[in-house]
Antibody, heavy 125, light 108 residues
Framework: QLQLQESGPGLVKPSETLSLTCTVS??????????WGWIRQPPGKGLEWIGS???????YYNPSLKSRVTISVDTSKNQFSLKLSSVTAADTAVYYC?????????????????WGQGTLVTVSS | SYELTQPPSVSVSPGQTARITCSGD??????AYWYQQKPGQAPVLVIY???ERPSGIPERFSGSSSGTTVTLTISGVQAEDEADYYC???????????FGGGTKLTVL
């Protein structure tokens, strides 16, 4: 059974870079037809897609965050990572990683399953 | 930017049918997906490709699509179905993943 687990600091200072890693177990991150995504949820609010990556390194990002986001993959460790720069209090959220079933922009095939348990990142000095 | 619109809340009594709608201009071109999220837990996929149900999801969960609106229907609602429900799709070009604002289902 595929499982995902987020890890990283729970507290980040304003203007610094948030860094998280997602470790995939029970399956290979190099599987075809799957991207790997990051989604966040501010406390008490809704879900926001951050971006996704293919095992080859191909990425696509939410345009509203693109200038601050970098997602990378390490197939040797079965992990993918998120970096979000210049964080503010508005970036405080639970950050989830998930397998992104995606078959191309025109296919309509575009969903997240399964998800990691999520990790709360607070931006505060 | 593209948006999906959901009602903030829906309330039903146990055993009744709950319907949660999601509206968006690109929905005739893009599939919709539905997630259930209980407090303190990660979202769980309950419907994919408008109306398909993943294995392990009870048959009382169903999805439908009509024009710019998709609907999640929960028949014979049970107390355990009380949760937040989110629709998800993409813009017309497929390059931007978007979630609806979420609907809190209350079982009275």
């Amino acid at each position: 059974q595929l499982q995902l687990q987020e890890s990283g600091p729970g507290l980040v200072k304003p203007s610094e870079t948030l860094s998280l890693t997602c470790t995939v177990s029970g399956g290979s991150i190099s599987s075809s037809s799957y991207y790997w995504g990051w989604i966040r949820q501010p406390p008490g609010k809704g879900l926001e897609w951050i971006g996704s990556i293919y095992y080859s390194g191909s990425t696509y990002y939410n345009p509203s965050l693109k200038s601050r986001v970098t997602i990378s993959v390490d197939t040797s460790k079965n992990q993918f990572s998120l970096k979000l720069s210049s964080v503010t209090a508005a970036d405080t959220a639970v950050y989830y990683c998930a397998r992104h079933v995606f078959s191309g922009y025109s296919s309509g095939i575009n969903w997240f399953d399964p998800w990691g348990q999520g990790t709360l990142v607070t931006v505060s000095s | 930017s593209y948006e999906l619109t959901q009602p903030p809340s829906v309330s039903v009594s146990p055993g009744q049918t709950a319907r949660i709608t999601c509206s968006g201009d690109a929905l005739p071109k893009q599939y919709a997906y539905w997630y259930q999220q209980k407090p303190g837990q990660a979202p769980v996929l309950v419907i994919y490709k408008d109306s398909e149900r993943p294995s392990g999801i009870p048959e009382r969960f169903s999805g439908s699509s009509s024009g710019t609106t998709v609907t999640l229907t929960i028949s014979g609602v049970q107390a355990e179905d009380e949760a937040d429900y989110y629709c998800q799709s993409a813009d017309s070009s497929g390059t931007f993943v978007v979630f609806g604002g979420g609907t809190k289902l209350t079982v009275l």
